[in-house]
């Protein structure tokens, strides 16, 4: 099993940044895809980005190209989401997700084995 936390969530303004911090801990983390996925009221939780299980290859949704970046440190057993240029659109709850199978380029709610409890960032215009 793996236990993922998600932390750095906040109230920002538009146009502002955060940096939210996924901590993994059980089963070797290296060993898995990690995505995020966000979640908006009244809307169905969709995919921001993804990397591979090296950290080599990074994937993005397109509304969030260009603004967001994807890092990842398999020794501290941690994922980032640096969030930038932040719209009021990205307001929404992130979680943090592992996959062992999914293919980051691709990957789905569906692969998902893994969740975080999420963390709220609202972003205000």
């Known amino acids: 099993q793996v236990q993922l936390v998600e932390s750095g969530g906040g109230l920002v303004q538009a146009g502002g940044s955060l940096r939210l911090s996924c901590a993994a801990s059980g089963n070797t983390f290296s060993n898995y895809v990690v995505g995020w996925f966000r979640q908006a009221p009244g809307k169905d939780r969709e995919f921001v980005g993804s990397v591979t299980k090296s950290g080599g290859n990074r994937y993005y949704a397109h509304p969030v190209q260009g603004r967001f970046l994807i890092s990842r440190d398999n020794a501290r057993n941690t994922v980032y989401l640096q969030m930038s240029n932040l719209l009021s659109d990205d307001t929404a709850v992130y979680y943090c997700?592992?996959?062992?199978?999914?293919?980051?380029?691709?990957?789905?709610?569906?692969?998902?084995?893994?969740w975080g409890q999420g963390t709220q960032v609202t972003v205000s215009s």
């Open positions: 997700a592992a996959s062992s199978s999914g293919a980051a380029p691709f990957l789905m709610a569906s692969d998902i084995e893994y």
